[in-house]
């Protein structure tokens, strides 16, 4: 179901780096489109013989389907011209849209998924952390959120204790900050963007801005898909497929409760593509 | 010993977890695969013509089929892994090592199809990497019959680890592995090998639940 709040967000289409001048065929909310780079002007994106909006940011093209009433969210600590910007590049999963945000925004799986890497299954507890719905900005916060982590970046030497910020700014998008092993004081940026193709199919961008002099690109590009296909086959079998807004449909625990501010937000606004809204 | 590596690929995954098996180290180089198609650029077409990764790479000796790495491995690290005590046990290790390759083909590109948006027929993908799954699935339930495990000899082997990864990784192209079960319990004692690394998509064996009949550790 495509509301007024669906259409009229901002979505990713491809990377800024790898568009096509002949045009490359995608799909946006279940409708083709046509992703066409630029040599010197700004790229287009075509559906249905219709220009559509288009912005460039964050290494990505975006555009909407509808008519956005405001800017594309900004990134302000992403900014800092030390930090490495990395294009991650595209992973499909057969999932909802929801359910790669919902996911990304959740810790207790770290343990099991992504094991001596993000969480150790010796450390399973998820600490109590905070959770708001900053109406000013119209966003999901959760902060304070701490997490033991053997190797939480590709910056860290071993085992530390995290600290993570995560933040919803659109529907298909989170930012996470997170503890900055060189820099203490800095945060790292890492997002997910999720272009729905259909309500249970979507291609999810992962994108970083880190400080991290020690790397290279490459190895930040790998361990950031390592991370994310090990989501990847667990994402595409979770059930039901579509994310539950009804409050009755599952039962959460405290860990959870990102995962609680989320769907309430996005009820809140209508938006539904991707999502249950009775219990089946 | 260097391998020229991506931690997606299940080609480069094969001679990292026979190598962890082996408890050799070896040197990793990340090539940007996806999105940067390094494996495509001037620097690793000189050492690879075809365009593909791994590449293994010991001294003057450079290799690109990642089959012949597994067998230079295991020929200098741990013979047992070449199963190849007598002519049957050697034809039929060379049997399931070419056999690999068709599910690189099929199962893989049905993957790199459904996951990484490269270009390819994903139906006939799918059902060739199907035919290939039911050939496996009844080697194995036949090998399972005669009191064997793996695919050739009494321990695992070489082929066991060209074919392993792809199979595993079926799903990711869409293709599940629920119809198979002798397939999965020889992932399952591949899985429980020690020394076993996992790769993204393939998880490693957590513990079982514990035995509910134990004696309480004192």
Known sequence: ?280 | MILYDYILSASCYKVRLLASLLGVELQLRPVDFHPGREHQGAELLALNPAGSIPIFVDGDLVLTESAAMLTYLAARHGPDWLADADARATALQQQWLAFSHRLTAELGGARLVEMLHFNGDLKALQSNGIAALRELEAALFARRVAGGTFLVGDGPSIGDIACFPYVALAPDGSISLDPYPSIRIWMRALRAIPGFIEMPGIHRLHELAPDPFAEAPS
């Open chain 1, 1 to 280: 179901m495509t509301t007024a709040a669906v259409r009229n967000a901002w979505y990713p289409v491809g990377l800024l780096s790898g568009l096509s001048l002949d045009g490359k065929s995608s799909l946006l909310l279940g409708e083709e489109i046509t992703v066409f780079g630029s040599r010197d002007g700004v790229p287009e994106v075509e559906s249905g013989g219709r220009a559509l909006p288009v912005v460039q940011r964050f290494g990505h093209l975006w555009t909407s389907l509808g008519y956005p009433g405001k800017d594309l969210f900004t990134i302000p600590e992403a900014d800092h011209p030390d930090r490495t910007l990395v294009d991650v590049g595209v992973v499909r999963v057969k999932c909802s849209p929801l359910r790669a945000v919902e996911n990304f925004l959740d810790i207790a799986h770290f343990p099991f998924v992504h094991t001596d890497i993000l969480g150790a299954e010796s450390h399973p507890e998820v600490r109590d952390y905070k959770v708001e719905i900053r109406d000013e900005v119209d966003e999901v916060w959760a902060t304070k959120v701490e997490f033991y982590q053997p190797q939480a970046a590709k910056s860290a030497g071993g085992g530390i204790t995290t600290e993570y910020m995560y933040r919803v700014p659109a529907p298909t998008c989170c930012v996470l900050y997170k503890t900055c092993p060189p820099r203490p004081g800095e945060w790292d940026v890492i997002a997910l963007f999720v272009q729905p193709l259909t309500e249970d199919l979507c291609d999810v961008w992962p994108w970083m801005a880190l400080f991290d002099e020690d790397s290279t690109l490459t190895e930040l590009i790998h361990f950031q898909q390592l991370i994310f296909v090990q989501d990847r086959s667990i994402l595409e079998n979770q059930i039901p497929k579509r994310l539950p807004l009804d409050p009755a449909m599952e039962t959460p625990t405290r860990a959870d409760l990102t995962s609680v501010a989320y769907r309430r937000w996005l009820k809140r606004q209508s938006y539904t593509y991707g999502a249950q809204l009775v219990a089946e």
